[in-house]
């Protein structure tokens, strides 16, 4: 599975870039995010209007998600793939 996520927005907004290729990773750590990548994608993704708050756009295996990460399975995603 390849993951790309792109940050946007926030008071400074800097863009932050992360991508994963799991099929490069150890067993657990792809299964892990695999299994949150399944689960945030049948969770509504969604945005917000608020100044200054980050926007997410992530691209899972082509299908494009642009959510603002406030929704426990985007937030996990993001957390796990912008901590590595």
Known sequence: ????????????GVTLRHEIDTTRLPTDDRKKIEQLALHARVEKAATSDA????????DIDGARYVV?????AWHS????ITTR
Do not use: H, N, W
């Open 51 to 58: 100044p200054d708050s980050f926007e997410y756009e992530i």
């Open 77 to 80: 995603l993001i957390e796990c």
């Open 68 to 72: 603002d990460g406030t929704s426990p």
């Open 1 to 12: 599975m390849r993951i790309a996520l792109v940050r946007s927005g926030g008071f400074a």
